[in-house]
């Protein structure tokens, strides 16, 4: 479960935050959709202790992140390119991952085998650095190293960017089941209103660092309300 409370993050005279409340529950699929400069970035490192806030806080599974470095633990995120060694092969990437979250010595082959369908034969056993992948590649590899260390809380900034119309088909199937087989809770931002509302459970509309809306129940009714708002804005 994520709980915040009062949390508050500007740059100069710009709110890039102000949320008083909020509880995502366990299991949850959390579409946060938004425009650019919503805040929906700005949220997700402070979530992840990327960025430290004004005012408030940030529990994950009543852990502070400010606090703990135990949320760590059970949480894994792929936000940008930033995130990549892009000096490593993806091999070595996912080894290191691997050994600084204490799970297997090696998983490559059973990532290989795993993720086959949505790797396309295109990150493994190429010999290719990180950094002369494609974006589309390189976004594989971060989706797959946030997934590989089976957290409980997962958090994907714009997971759908530069994948194509295939990979982001398969990639929408990866995360419903990876959280109904877990019960992990899911949090993905996409500008793309299709693949968001396809497959999640719970959307949160954000605004000018605001939660404007917090839809509950996904339906047509609720497309249609989140297609009327882009339309007005």
């Given at each position: 479960m994520i709980t915040i409370k009062n949390l508050k993050k500007s740059f100069g005279d710009t709110c890039a935050c102000n949320?008083?409340?909020l509880t995502i529950n366990k299991g949850e699929i959390i579409g946060l959709v938004g425009n650019n400069g919503a805040g929906k970035t700005t949220l997700f490192r402070l979530l992840l202790d990327l960025l430290k806030a004004d005012e408030g806080y940030v529990e994950l599974n009543e852990v502070r992140v400010d606090q703990s470095e135990e949320w760590k633990h059970f949480t894994?995120?792929?936000i940008d390119n930033g995130f990549l060694i892009d000096f490593l092969t993806p091999e070595e990437y996912f080894q290191?991952?691997?050994?600084i979250s204490g799970t297997k010595d090696d998983p490559v082959k059973e990532l290989e085998e795993k993720?086959?369908?949505?790797?396309?034969?295109?990150?493994?056993?190429r010999n290719l650095l990180i950094r002369n992948l494609s974006a589309g590649n390189k976004q594989k590899v971060g989706i797959i190293s946030a997934l590989m260390t089976q957290p409980e809380i997962l958090i994907l900034d714009e997971p759908f960017n530069f994948l194509d119309p295939t990979s982001q088909n398969i990639l929408?199937?990866?995360?419903?089941?990876y959280s109904k087989e877990t019960g992990a809770t899911v949090?993905?931002?996409?500008h793309n209103l299709t693949h968001t509302v396809d497959i999640s459970t719970r959307i949160l509309l954000m605004e000018h660092g605001e939660?404007?809306?917090d839809i509950t129940n996904v339906?047509?009714?609720s497309v249609k309300q989140l297609n009327e708002y882009f339309e007005q804005v």
């Open positions: 949320i008083p409340e894994a995120a792929f290191f991952i691997s050994r993720y086959q369908h949505f790797t396309g034969g295109e990150i493994f056993g929408k199937r990866l995360l419903e089941n949090i993905v931002s996409s939660i404007k809306s339906d047509e009714a």
